[in-house]
């Protein structure tokens, strides 16, 4: 039904996924018409409602693509998201035939045993090793790492990383989280914080028919992993996605996976012709997608107020992964580690008496925002097409795990898997990616009346040009 939330029938405890969706949608500037509908069963197993979430947030980003693309003939759309497809892309949507995709994961990162607790080392980019290893004084092997942590209190050597330029995380629980500053300055901002920018002068108007984001630009500086997710989204839906890197930025395991629909290019912020050639680009473009911290962009030379003034009536949609307030603004994080500072990881181990953290069965908050940023931008396009205005809205992994932790679980672990995948689970036709042939799944979503389709297949960072 329309009005307010977007969802359709009673929303009670059993059917968790449409009551996670109804708040999800409440987050947004106007009321949504789209009249969502979830199908499907099966959970992943956790102590939190992950299947729910992920179909909440997909289904959310469908509601609003649903409610662009009222903006064109005025024909409200029925939306049905699959909980159990949601799920699976929420862990990997590529199959690929013939070749495998290396490990995101460096050798050193994961979890350690320190004398008071457990901490979690993310050593992926070769800087965040080197902090690591530096502060530890030992070689980049995991016994060596794990002897010389044991000997460290968890919230010292988390400390130490993170003042040396890597990235680390304590094991707290959800208690400990919430009555620490951090915790509280999170749970005081919105799960999508908006302001208005400045009036456009001109708002192209949504294209009919099937593909509601046709002839829109959006440049896309995001990285590992939410970001890429939302421009995804965003690119299956028509928009022209443009993805700038840094000189020799890769992300291996995580590119075919997430480049699909888009372009990519490299240019170096640092210099002022790469600064140059973003600002040419943006002064053209309809979308800015970032995962900058705060300050970031400033340090750049790119503040918010050179933004607007490339760029009158510009959408942005801004990711941070431990809050846009509060000590741990600037810190650096990815889902793991927001995992072990909000209590997530702990509170699966004290539940089902494991000797070890639990993360979740899939980076759901890296996921699950980037739906949430991707539902963002199309209500940034709604509200742009209403009054002229552009707008800034900005997202947390940190408040993201703050809206999944307010939920559990509907489940007992040992009733939750769901079936195993089939042939029927993925999409007609091989994608031919440039590292070789691949199936995706079927996507989860159907809008009435939209296409969800990817222009080109996944492509390499860096191959092709800073031009639209």
């Not at 024909?75 to 290396?102: E, K, Q």
């Amino acid at each position: 039904m329309g009005g307010g939330h977007g969802t359709s029938g009673p929303t009670d405890g059993k059917d968790l996924a449409r009551v996670m969706a109804a708040r999800i949608l409440a987050s947004g500037r106007a009321p949504s018409q789209g009249r969502l509908t979830v199908t499907g069963v099966g959970n992943l197993p956790s102590v939190l409602p992950v299947t729910e979430f992920a179909a909440a947030s997909v289904g959310a980003a469908g509601v609003a693509a649903a409610d662009l693309a009222a903006a064109a003939d005025g024909r409200h759309r029925d939306v049905r998201v699959d909980r159990r497809l949601a799920s699976m892309w929420f862990a990997w949507s590529l199959r690929p035939v013939g070749w495998r995709t290396p490990s995101p994961w460096d050798d050193v990162a994961g979890d350690y045993r320190t004398c008071d607790g457990w901490i979690r080392l993310h050593t992926n980019a070769a800087a965040h090793r080197e902090a690591a290893l530096r502060v530890l004084g030992v070689p980049g092997e995991r016994d060596p790492v794990a002897r010389a942590v044991a000997g460290w209190e968890a919230a010292e050597l988390e400390t130490r990383v993170v003042e040396a330029g890597g990235c680390a995380a304590a094991m707290r629980s959800a208690a400990e989280w919430a009555s620490g500053e951090q915790g509280r300055s999170v749970a005081s901002e919105p799960l999508i914080a908006w302001e208005d920018g400045d009036r456009s002068g001109a708002v192209p108007t949504p294209a009919g028919g099937g593909r509601p984001l046709e002839g829109l630009r959006v440049l896309d500086l995001t990285r590992v992993l939410a970001g890429p997710v939302a421009t995804r989204f965003l690119a299956l839906l028509g928009a022209d996605v443009l993805r700038v890197d840094p000189p020799r930025w890769d992300e291996p395991g995580l590119v075919p996976e997430v480049m699909l629909g888009k372009r990519s290019a490299r240019l170096d912020l640092r210099d002022a012709r790469g600064r140059g050639r973003l600002l040419e680009l943006l002064e053209r473009c309809d979308v800015l997608v970032h995962g900058y911290r705060p300050g970031a962009l400033d340090g750049l030379g790119l503040g918010a107020a050179v933004r607007r003034g490339a760029r009158p009536g510009l959408v942005e949609v801004g990711l941070d992964a431990y809050g846009w307030t509060g000590p741990w603004r600037t810190r650096r994080g990815f889902d793991s580690l927001v995992q072990m500072s909000t209590g997530i990881a702990d509170a699966a181990m004290r539940e089902w008496g494991l000797d070890a953290p639990k993360p979740l069965p899939v980076q759901a908050l890296d996921h699950g925002t980037g739906y949430l940023m991707a539902y963002a931008v199309l209500e940034g396009l709604r509200r742009r097409l209403d009054t002229g205005l552009g707008s800034v809205a900005r997202l947390s992994l940190a408040r993201t795990a703050l809206f999944l932790t307010g939920h559990r679980a509907p489940a007992a672990p040992d009733s939750q898997t769901p079936a195993p995948e089939t042939d029927d689970d993925l999409a007609p036709g091989v994608e031919d990616t440039e590292w070789g042939p691949a199936r995706r799944l079927r996507m989860p979503l159907e809008v009435e009346g939209v296409a969800f389709a990817a222009p080109r297949p996944a492509g390499a960072l860096g191959s092709g040009q800073a031009r639209w």
